[in-house]
Nanobody
Framework: VQLQASGGGLVQAGGSLRLSCAASGTTFGLNAVGWYRQAPGKQREVVARISSDRTANYADAVKGRFTISRDIRKNTLYLQMSSLKPEDTAIYYC?????????WGQGTQVTVSS
């Protein structure tokens, strides 16, 4: 099982990025999925999640700016990020929770310059 995250990069404050997470060896299906991030010197934190009941939840810091979605046919998870701020700078990870087992992507760096 592999989750391959991509789409990170350097962007100016106020800009947008779309992260992708492609799964191989498994399927996202309707399992719980999420995006997390870890900034230097900080703990990993949840950014956005879709529960098994298809409910989307967001961290307060990103509400109204980020949107999580998945394309079951493409077996890909997305995170659309808009109005980016320097404090969004972090490594972003995707996660799949399937049959009580967690699968993590390798992370993609997002850097927002002021």
């Amino acid at each position: 099982v592999q989750l391959q995250a991509s789409g990170g990069g350097l962007v100016q404050a106020g800009g947008s990025l779309r992260l992708s997470c492609a799964a191989s060896g498994t399927t996202f299906g309707l399992n719980a999925v999420g995006w997390y991030r870890q900034a230097p010197g900080k703990q990993r934190e949840v950014v956005a999640r879709i529960s098994s009941d298809r409910t989307a939840n967001y961290a307060d810091a990103v509400k109204g700016r980020f949107t999580i979605s998945r394309d079951i046919r493409k077996n890909t998870l997305y995170l659309q990020m808009s109005s980016l701020k320097p404090e969004d700078t972090a490594i972003y990870y995707c996660k799949l929770l399937k049959h009580t087992k967690e699968y993590w992507g390798q992370g993609t760096q997002v850097t927002v310059s002021s």
